[in-house]
């Protein structure tokens, strides 16, 4: 019998493993004093600093990897005693007894030094010369449609290009281009691109609506008041109360305060937070918040051994029933389903209106996330690949995710990049002239698409460093006029569809802090997305992990609690929902939503992938697509085809939309 056999946890996290790998994996929790949830975290940590994918499935596990990973492990280990060790030696010396040099009394305090020699550090110091360095730095800009400029090394005192840097695959050896590695809705017929040449165009067959007030984005970054942040978490869990309220039909004295003896049932809404701010959330340490109006802000321990399922996570907004028997714990008998949005619906006769301007043609799209080049350069290869593709098959829209300039390069880090040989002198170049050197001219030969820019806290070329986060300036960076800028994160109608997208990496973050036991959803990225859908915001966690405990390549989130809310996601669920991040590649549908992860356009050591989109007609149009059969709703003519003219109809894109991962 294998060692999986004993210990369930491994079999649960890490699948069915042969008898080797898993003497390997138990031998680890043994070594390392964790268990099998931490030891698959720090898989994936593993997987990502590897930079050979985005999610655990691209490195199989196999008896050298794990002897791999062991080693990775075992290194890691070892860092952190050595970093443990220094920090005791600080605290040592930081606390020894000063002894006073031989001759010199201690009477008269610290003015006794005041004649000492200086020593010699002290002596280089003072007489060093804080000047400018002699050798300076000079930026040329190159021309950005010729080939990009060869790797150079860089310069002394600039940071050296990452080890791994060898081990990167060359864009232009990459394998399997095109290749499409994960369909939606196979039965709906690819969209058929380029339209003809007598086609109208996009701005024709398009139109675009900001469901979201542009200018509120524009605040005062990280100027943060703890009282407006308080404010703000109380507002949303009264909110979230009434509207629980109302969905399950539930009696004011319903509710109560959960920190209080009550040996009656009662409903307690809060929101789930740690009772330690360092370690990892576990089943033990789950505590519940009231707001200020209903529990005076207090936070009570929960039992949870009742449920028979449930999800959690900090920051979580959730409705239980329970008793509190002592006073010190609440013990939990039910988890209220929380309150869904409603779809996104449309009338019959915009319908009819947006099938029209469309002609037969579904609409297409090509969504695509950041970041853009691998380590070793910032020549944009594959952003210029999927440039002159959209270039040249023309879809209707052109969805880019942040961050374009990645503040995370190795070579933007280390301020150490190189405009090119024709331009001017560079000593007072900036990244915008990097921007609009190498990226602006790829994105404006998009000229008959409609493109949407939405940045990233990644983005270096963003002068906003929080999130909700305000747009990029499009003029500033040379983009052309149908490039349109929008914030982070953003609702926005294409035609009669409400998609949502943000380049927050929640997805990774939920899924580092979540704790489930039985969860109904057991596909993880489906059940992370499934919680923002219900949390009704775009970044429910709080608070967010620290930048330092995230894996290379995963970055982290700064929230601006005063302005938080302009993230939420409000008043009908949207029809497609675009969440890139480190989980893996995906498109999935989630209670009646399509969710989207098109993953990064390329990887830190080679090429990556994005997603391209499909629509149709809405069935109770009554309106095929180009060699589209057999796609309706619901009933002969469609669903809400018997609600009247007028009355409106949910989108169902879920039903129409083929869409497909595909690799640059």
């Not at 629980?244 to 049932?265: I, R, T």
């Not at 929101?271 to 009231?290: H, K, P, T």
């Amino acid at each position: 019998m294998s060692d999986t056999a004993a210990d369930p946890d491994l079999t649960d996290r890490f699948g069915p493993q042969p008898a080797d790998i898993t003497a390997e994996l138990s031998s680890m929790l043994r070594l390392y004093a964790i268990d099998a949830e931490e030891l698959f975290f720090k898989w994936e940590s593993y997987v990502l600093s590897m930079g050979s994918g985005t999610g655990a499935d691209d490195i199989k596990l196999s008896l050298d990897s794990v002897r791999a990973f062991k080693k990775y492990v075992q290194a890691q280990f070892d860092k952190e005693m050595r970093s443990k060790a220094r920090m005791v030696q600080s605290n040592q010396a930081a606390h020894r007894t000063p002894r006073a040099p031989r001759g010199v009394k201690m009477e008269g305090g610290m003015d006794m030094f005041d004649g000492l020699a200086t020593t010699p550090l002290k002596r280089k110091l003072e007489s060093s010369k804080f000047g400018t360095p002699q050798g300076s730095k000079t930026y040329r800009v190159a021309d950005p449609l010729s080939s990009p400029a060869p790797f150079k090394t860089p310069s002394k005192g600039g940071a050296a290009a990452p080890p791994e840097a060898r081990s990167i695959t060359p864009f232009k050896t990459r394998l399997n281009a095109g290749e499409t590695v994960s369909l939606l809705n196979a039965s709906i017929p690819k969209a058929v691109l380029p339209p003809p040449e007598d086609a109208p165009g996009f701005e024709h067959r398009i139109t675009l609506q900001f469901n979201t007030e542009l200018k509120k984005f524009a605040f005062r970054p990280m100027y943060q008041k703890l009282a407006e942040a308080a404010e703000v978490a109380d507002e949303r869990i009264d909110e979230f109360a009434a509207a629980l309220q109302e969905h399950h039909s539930l009696p004011d004295d319903a509710f109560g305060d959960p920190s209080v003896v009550c040996h009656e049932p009662i409903v307690a809404v809060g929101r789930i937070c740690s009772d330690a701010l360092e370690g990892r959330f576990n089943a033990q340490s789950v505590l519940l918040e009231s707001s200020r109006m209903t529990g005076g802000g207090a936070r009570t321990p929960l039992k949870l051994d009742a449920l028979n399922s449930y999800a959690f996570f900090p920051g979580q907004l959730v409705g239980l029933r329970g008793t509190n028997a002592s006073g010190s714990v609440f013990a939990v008998t039910q988890l209220l389903d929380p309150p869904p949005l409603p779809p996104a619906a449309s009338s019959p006769a915009a319908l009819a209106a947006i099938a029209s301007r469309l002609d037969g043609r579904p609409a297409s799209l090509f969504i695509a996330a950041g970041p853009y080049t691998t380590d070793d350069n910032l020549s944009f290869e594959a952003l210029s690949a999927l440039c002159d593709k959209a270039a040249a098959q023309k879809p209707d829209v052109v969805i880019l995710l942040g961050p374009f300039i990645d503040s995370d390069h190795p070579l933007i880090a280390a301020g150490d990049y190189d405009l090119g040989d024709d331009g001017d002198d560079g000593a007072a170049a900036t990244l915008d002239d990097l921007f609009r050197a190498r990226i602006a001219p790829l994105i404006n030969r998009i000229s008959h698409s409609l493109v949407l820019l939405i940045p990233s806290q990644r983005d270096a070329v963003s002068r906003h460093p929080c999130f909700p986060q305000e747009p990029l300036k499009r003029k500033q960076l040379g983009l052309a006029g149908n490039v349109k800028a929008l914030p982070n994160p953003s609702i926005f109608s294409i035609n009669e569809l409400v998609i949502a997208a943000s380049s927050a990496d929640v997805l990774f973050h939920l899924f580092r802090d979540e704790i489930s036991h039985n969860p109904p959803l057991a596909n993880a990225p489906n059940r992370l997305t499934q919680h923002i859908l219900q949390q009704r915001s775009f970044y429910p966690l709080f608070p967010p992990p620290a930048s330092d405990s995230l894996p290379v390549g995963v970055g982290a989130t700064s929230l601006d609690l005063p302005h938080v809310r302009l993230a939420d996601l409000v008043g009908v669920q949207p029809d497609l929902l675009i969440l890139p991040g480190s989980l893996g590649a995906f498109a999935n549908v989630v209670d009646g939503v399509v969710a989207v992860n098109p993953g990064p356009l390329s990887k830190r050591r080679g090429a990556g992938g994005y997603v391209e989109v499909a629509v149709g007609a809405h069935p109770v149009v009554g309106v095929k697509t180009e060699g589209q059969e057999g796609v309706k709703g619901e009933g002969e003519g469609g669903r809400g085809s018997e609600g009247g003219e007028g009355e409106p109809v949910p989108n169902r894109m879920f039903e129409r939309a083929r869409v497909e991962i595909v690799k640059i």
